[in-house]
């Protein structure tokens, strides 16, 4: 268990901080960037979470979704090759699938692309969404020039489809989605 007496330690003065192996790296490198989306993405699913705090299923679906970005977020900030590292794993990837084969199964297909809003619990994830797609390629980049646990990927790309799929069904099931309407204020 995490336990944090003191909240500041000044480590961080000089623009460095320490990744889970003790190493010191800039606050701006990849891998810090990488996390610190993830951590973003962390709080506004929690946003989500104020929307829909009356809806269990949700509910639980996101606070297990919050607590893989903290898994998410520390992987990340582990460099590959730690023993006992803790990572995410392919059976979090596929609880997303399921979760959103079983939302999607309630929603009609869709006929055009959709405009983040209808609710406002739908319009926070589809900004969830985005944060998560800015995640993704966070970690694309990492992976471009560090070895990276590739679930970490697969996980947060999968996220996003829930996220997209979650903004659908909190909007009646698709029937308060807002559809865009190409060329319609030419």
């Known amino acids: 268990m995490v336990k944090?007496?003191?909240?500041?330690?000044?480590?961080?003065?000089?623009?460095?901080?320490?990744?889970?192996?003790g190493s010191r790296v800039a606050k701006h490198a990849d891998?810090?960037?990488?996390?610190?989306?993830?951590?973003?993405?962390?709080?506004?699913?929690?946003?989500?979470?104020?929307?829909?705090?009356?809806?269990?299923?949700?509910?639980?679906?996101?606070?297990r979704i919050q607590n893989d970005l903290f898994d998410l977020g520390a992987d990340l900030a582990t460099p590959d090759g730690i023993e006992g590292a803790l990572r995410i794993v392919d059976a979090q990837v596929a609880?997303?699938?399921?979760?959103?084969?079983?939302?999607?199964?309630?929603?009609?297909?869709?006929?055009?692309?959709i405009l983040p809003g209808g609710s406002r619990a739908?319009?926070?994830?589809?900004?969830?969404?985005?944060?998560a797609r800015r995640a993704e390629r966070g970690i694309?980049?990492?992976?471009?020039?560090?070895?990276?646990?590739?679930?970490a990927l697969r996980y947060v790309n999968r996220l996003s489809d829930h996220l997209f799929v979650l903004g659908r069904h909190l909007n009646d099931r698709g029937a308060a989605d807002v559809l865009w309407v190409p060329g319609a204020n030419r």
């Open 31 to 63: 891998r810090v960037a990488a996390y610190g989306d993830v951590d973003e993405l962390n709080a506004v699913i929690g946003l989500i979470r104020l929307e829909t705090a009356d809806l269990a299923e949700v509910d639980a679906m996101l606070s």
């Open 95 to 113: 609880r997303l699938e399921a979760e959103i084969d079983v939302m999607n199964a309630e929603i009609p297909p869709l006929r055009s692309f």
């Open 4 to 21: 944090l007496d003191k909240i500041y330690t000044r480590g961080g003065d000089k623009g460095l901080t320490s990744l889970v192996d």
């Open 122 to 131: 739908a319009a926070h994830a589809h900004l969830a969404r985005t944060v």
């Open 140 to 151: 694309s980049a990492l992976a471009a020039v560090e070895a990276i646990n590739m679930a």
